[in-house]
């Protein structure tokens, strides 16, 4: 009996991720543009080699720092390996798909962490207006979209990100000993706190812009 040389053929992993990147675009050396594919011919090895990126986008914060870079949808394809602490993985080939100004990133991002967030992060998730979130934990993420949004995270690497006018995000950061250092809550439009920018708490318990592209 003749064979289906198609079905013999598994077609390769495909998944759409997140990644970071410095100013220039580049990580770790490396100079990426948008619509390319980049390859290399060895398999990946998750930290160590390949291209990597996150399934949950706001985990991308945990090796640049919200606000600290620009920011892509991609997709790896072929064998994709896993790291065991968060949702960061890598693979022998890359496409990055599009640049994602920081709204419309934090909107991907959250549309897919629906997904993603039942079985493999502790995270909360809130979209539509009043929405609101909450995370504990090792880096515990918190987001929520829509208008008088509120989203809340505390515990190590521990993120908060709403989108949407009078929307409020509380995050408690800790030092390198995991012990808490500061916390900061403010209604947007109070407290130097303005729609649309990206703040960073500091030691200090005040928040400071951060510049996004």
Same mark, same amino acid.
């Not at 994602?100 to 934090?106: A, C, G, R, S, T």
């Given at each position: ?5 198609? *079905? ?20 770790? @050396? !490396?100079?990426?543009?948008?619509? /390319? ?10 930290? $160590? ?17 919200? @606000?600290?870079?620009?920011?892509? $949808?991609?997709?790896?394809? @072929?064998?994709?390996?896993? +790291?065991? %602490? ?7 080939? #890359?496409? #990055?798909?599009?640049?994602?100004? !920081?709204?419309? !990133? #934090?909107?991907?991002?959250?549309? /897919? ?18 929405? +609101?979130?909450?995370?504990? %934990? ?11 949004? +509120?989203?809340?995270?505390? %515990?190590?690497?521990? +993120? ?11 995050? *408690? ?10 916390? !900061? ?8 706190? $303005? ?19």
């Amino acid at each position: 009996m003749p064979k289906d040389v198609a *079905a013999d053929t598994q077609a390769p992993e495909r998944i759409v991720a997140f990644k970071a990147f410095g100013p220039d675009f580049a990580c770790r @050396g !490396f100079q990426y543009e948008v619509g /390319k594919t980049y390859t290399q011919d060895t398999p990946a090895v998750i930290c $160590e080699s390949g291209f990597h990126a996150c399934e949950n986008g706001f985990d991308v914060w945990s090796y640049y720092g919200a @606000g600290a870079a620009r920011y892509a $949808e991609v997709e790896l394809v @072929g064998t994709v390996v896993r +790291h065991d %602490g968060d949702s960061k993985i890598a693979s022998a080939e #890359i496409v #990055i798909k599009a640049e994602l100004k !920081f709204p419309e !990133f #934090i909107k991907r991002a959250t549309l /897919k962490l629906v997904d993603w967030i039942t079985s493999k992060a502790d995270s909360n998730i809130a979209t539509g207006d009043w929405g +609101h979130a909450a995370a504990t %934990g090792y880096k515990g993420h918190a987001a929520a979209t829509g208008d008088s949004g +509120h989203a809340a995270a505390t %515990g190590y690497r521990g +993120h908060a990100a709403v989108t949407g006018k009078n929307s409020i995000a509380v995050a *408690a950061y800790d030092d390198d000993a995991c012990n808490l250092v500061a916390v !900061f809550a403010s209604k947007v439009g109070e407290n130097g706190i $303005e729609a649309g920018k990206t703040y960073k708490l500091g030691i200090d318990g005040k928040p400071t812009e951060v510049a996004t592209p």
